[in-house]
C-alpha cells in the first residue's frame, strides 16, 4: 500500500512550544495558513494575555517570554511559574465552544493516569482546570499545560528507529483510545464535523464544488464499517510538531490534542505519513510508511479493509482544511495590517489549490 501524499503549501518558519532555543516566533502561524481562529482574533493582544494570566500564578520576570507567541487555531503564550515553563492557551467562546475543551482536558487526564506522555494540565488559582473568563474583547476560554520535555520531532533527522517508535506511540495512543469512556463531555465524530461542513459551505457563495464533495466522502465513510478496533477517538493533528523525543528514556510526549475527533483511526496514520513527506520530501514514502506502520502493528492491528481506502481519509484532511480556511477569512476586518493581507493572500493560494486538486478527483 502507497500513501500517495498532497502536498498543502505552508510557512516554512517553525515555532518552539519546548522553548529549546531563543528563536522568537511571534507571527509564524500567522503564516501557515492552517486551523486558523478568525483573522479578526490573531492579533497580539497583550492585555488580553494579562487579563487571563491573573487567574494563575506566573513569575513576574518571566513576562519576557510573553514575545514568543503563537496565533493559530488556539492563542499559545508561554511564561513560568516557579521556574517552571507553561503555557497559557486560550480561544474565544464564540470560536470554540467550552464543553468541547473540557473534553478535551477529559482525555487528557484519561491518557495521564494510563501512562501515556502528554502535557500535565495546570489548575488556576481558583481550582480549576478550565477558566472562562468575560473580558472587554469577549468571553474566553482559557487553560494552563506544563511544557513537555524532549526536542520537538520536526528539528531531528528521521531515523528509521524514531519513525518506529513515533509509530509505536500513535499505536499506543490508539490502544488507549479503545478503552476511553467520556464521563462528563464528549467529543465530536466526524458525522458532527460534516454536518459543519455542509451547513457552513452552504451558507457561502460559489461552493458547489466543495458541497459535493463533502456529500461524496460522507458516502464514502458510510461504506466503511466501523468497529471498535478501528474507530475511535483520535488525535487528527498528530504531527512532526506535536511530538516531542526525550532522548535519554526514548519517550514520545504528545501535544496539541485540541482536535480531537471520534474518527476511524487510519485518519491519523494517513495524516502523519503526509505530514512526514510534507515536512521531508527527499524520503522515500514507501521506506517511512514501512517503518512507521512498523511501529504502529508492533502494539495494535490495522484493519486490512480500511488499509485499502486511505483515499477517503486524505480527501477527508483537503476538505476540513478548506472550510476552517474558508471561514477563517469569513469575517475580513477594516485596514488589515500588512501581515494580515500577506496571511489572507497565502489562505487564498491554499484554497485555490484545494479546489484544484478536489476537481481533478472528480474527473478520475
Not at 474507530?231 to 480531537?260: M, Q, T
Not at 486511505?310 to 485596514?335: A, G, M
Request: with cysteine; proline share 3%; glycine share 4%.
Amino acid at each position: 500500500m502507497l500513501f500517495l501524499c498532497a502536498k498543502i503549501p505552508k510557512g516554512k518558519e517553525k515555532y518552539d512550544f519546548a522553548l529549546q532555543s531563543n528563536k522568537v516566533i511571534s507571527q509564524n502561524m500567522r503564516e501557515r495558513g492552517m486551523y486558523m481562529l478568525k483573522l479578526k482574533y490573531l492579533e497580539d493582544n497583550r492585555e488580553l494575555v494579562m487579563r487571563l494570566l491573573e487567574a494563575w500564578t506566573y513569575d513576574e520576570e518571566s513576562l519576557i517570554l510573553l514575545e514568543q507567541y503563537r496565533i493559530s487555531s488556539n492563542a499559545v503564550y508561554p511564561y513560568k511559574c516557579r521556574g517552571e515553563v507553561h503555557l497559557l492557551r486560550f480561544s474565544p467562546t464564540v470560536e470554540k465552544a467550552p464543553e468541547i475543551i473540557r473534553a478535551e482536558l477529559e482525555y487528557l487526564k484519561f491518557l495521564k493516569e494510563n501512562g501515556y506522555a502528554v502535557p500535565e494540565i495546570i489548575l488556576s488559582n481558583n481550582g480549576h482546570e478550565l477558566e472562562v473568563i468575560d473580558t472587554p474583547w469577549g468571553a474566553y476560554s482559557a487553560a494552563v499545560f506544563k511544557r513537555v520535555k524532549g526536542e520537538r520531532l520536526d528539528g531531528l533527522t528521521l531515523t528509521d528507529e524514531i519513525i518506529i517508535g513515533y509509530g509505536r506511540a500513535l499505536g499506543e495512543l490508539h490502544l488507549l483510545s479503545q478503552k476511553y469512556k467520556p464521563k462528563a463531555y464528549k467529543r465530536l465524530s466526524y458525522d458532527e464535523q460534516l454536518d459543519y461542513m455542509l451547513n457552513t459551505m452552504t451558507q457561502m457563495n460559489n461552493e458547489d464544488l466543495i458541497i459535493c464533495a463533502i456529500k461524496e466522502l460522507r458516502k464514502d465513510l458510510a461504506s466503511l464499517t466501523k468497529t471498535q478496533e478501528n474507530y475511535g477517538l483520535i488525535h487528527y493533528d498528530y504531527e512532526l510538531d506535536n511530538v516531542f523525543f526525550e532522548r535519554e528514556s526514548k519517550c514520545y510526549h504528545v501535544i496539541d490534542f485540541d482536535d480531537a475527533v471520534y474518527h476511524y483511526y487510519m485518519m491519523d496514520i494517513v495524516k502523519c505519513i503526509e505530514n512526514i513527506m510534507e515536512e521531508h520530501p527527499e524520503m522515500d514514502i514507501e521506506h517511512v510508511e514501512s517503518y512507521l506502520l512498523k511501529g504502529y502493528t508492533s502494539v495494535k492491528s490495522i484493519d486490512p479493509v480500511i488499509l485499502e481506502n486511505t483515499d477517503i481519509f486524505k480527501r477527508y484532511f483537503q476538505i476540513y482544511q478548506y472550510v476552517r480556511c474558508r471561514v477563517s477569512l469569513s469575517e475580513p476586518i477594516d485596514n488589515p495590517p500588512q501581515w494580515m493581507v500577506n496571511v489572507t493572500h497565502h489562505i487564498e493560494k491554499i484554497l485555490q489549490e484545494i479546489q484544484l486538486m478536489i476537481k481533478k478527483s472528480s474527473k478520475s
